[in-house]
């Protein structure tokens, strides 16, 4: 079973930082687009950041200049830096691994929240 383990989550306040880490496989994270989507209650779930395969990097408008998405290769492991937050980041954050390169799966992780209090 493909495990996409997250962490980084919390409770903070607007104007803060936080930082979400997903460690996947190396296996998965060498043939993946990985990305975070997020969703808060009572709205679907929406693509925040993805990056990797054929794609450099690709940002949702509403976190273009606040939030970055990178990799550490030798760790796999895709982060998501969040500055400047908004209430309207609260949100559970979830980690994504999507085939890339004809590879067929679509892994999720199991979710982490973030709650920004203004």
């Known amino acids: 079973q493909v495990q996409l383990v997250e962490s980084g989550g919390g409770l903070v306040q607007a104007g803060d930082s936080l930082r979400l880490s997903c460690a996947a496989s190396?296996?998965?994270?060498?043939?993946?687009?990985m990305a975070w989507y997020r969703q808060a209650p009572g709205k679907q779930r929406e693509l925040v950041a993805e990056?990797?395969?054929?794609?450099?990097?690709n940002y949702a408008e509403s976190v273009k200049g606040r939030f970055t998405i990178s990799t550490d290769n030798a760790k796999n492991t895709v982060f998501l830096q969040m500055n400047s937050l908004k209430p309207e980041d609260t949100a559970v954050y979830y980690c994504?691994?999507?085939?890339?390169?004809?590879?067929?799966?679509?892994?999720w992780g199991q979710g982490t929240q973030v709650t920004v209090s203004s």
């Open positions: 190396r296996i998965i994270f060498s043939i993946s687009t």
């Open positions: 990056i990797g395969g054929a794609v450099s990097t």
């Open positions: 994504n691994a999507r085939g890339a390169w004809g590879h067929q799966h679509d892994y």
